[in-house]
């Protein structure tokens, strides 16, 4: 009986031990597998940093670079946060760390969108024709940058290094990532002055005051008045005349100007106009509307205006 005993309570110490042992190694496995998520993590965020250098340093001083040369760079840089987004969305990832890869997928999906839409938009910012628009794209983008700054300070890395503390596990902490370095980028006119300095942007505003004005409207030779209906003939078409005056101390040129009709945008632009002077182009409504229409015309702002409140009307016309 002794002997059994020794031998039952040996086989049990052996069974425990071999228990400890296997859950040991899982422990240390699962340990492992959340050590190497960090680092993957950390080495990732630590190459976007070096992009956020990259494109902001280019677009906080971009020395001698052409307008070829900027937007070749900031299409690299594109497709660098590209390539990032993708590496974060294919990590592989332990069962805790699961919330804290959703978030983290987030904020990179957010940095990625906003990359491939400043893309898109720096060579029209560097250009003659809506440029205005194109930089205040650009600017509203940096938003997203805040955003997806905001997520991964706030809510991934506090996720990531909560785990790793509850685990034991230390040396693995998540490095801080802000790719936005100022709020300053924010603000549209430090996006245009930024853009302005590169060598051949035509998109830049001229030193002094900017301005233009809507200053008429007629259609078939009619003058358009904002809330009276005018009436004009569609037998031979419909043609919207546009009229602007230039306000500001510099001639500008290349100002884009649309007409809005039933949600069909129609396209126009002023090759130039000298400073106090008057400029006009005619734009054909095509298809020829009939009945009560509204009109809605824009000129587009000129680069450095401030006021453009007086860019726009809408009218009401009557196509017989």
Known sequence: MLRRALALGGG????????????????????????????????????????????????????????????????AD?????????????????????????????????????????????????????????????????????????????????????VLASKGISGSDLPKSTFLPSEKWLDESAVSDALGGISGATGAATPGVHGTELAGVSVNESELVEGAPVTVSGEEGVEVEVSVVNQGESTESGIPVSVTVEGNTLEGEIDEIEVG???????????????????EVEVEPVPGEQVTENNEATYTLIVE
Do not use: H
């Open 277 to 295: 002077e008057t400029g006009t182009t005619s734009i054909p409504l095509t298809p020829t509307p009939s009945g009560e229409v509204t009109l």
């Open 12 to 75: 049990l110490v052996l069974l425990i031990l071999l228990v400890l042992g296997v859950k040991g190694c899982l422990d240390a496995r699962a340990d492992r597998e959340l050590s190497d998520y960090a680092r993957n993590v950390t080495q990732i965020v630590e190459e976007t940093q070096q992009t956020s250098k990259s494109f902001f340093g280019k677009l906080n001083d971009p020395s001698n670079l052409s307008v070829t040369d900027f937007v070749d760079q900031v299409n």
């Open 78 to 162: 594109r497709s660098a946060i590209d390539t990032y987004r993708d590496r974060i969305d294919d990590l592989s990832t332990p069962g805790d760390m699961e919330r804290a890869q959703t978030n983290l997928e987030l904020a990179f999906q957010l940095r990625a969108s906003a990359m491939d839409s400043i893309a898109d938009k720096t060579s029209t910012a560097l250009g003659d024709t809506g440029a205005e628009k194109a930089m205040a794209a650009i600017a509203k983008q940096m938003q997203k940058l805040l955003a997806a700054d905001v997520v991964y300070e706030q809510v991934v890395r506090p996720e990531v290094d909560g």
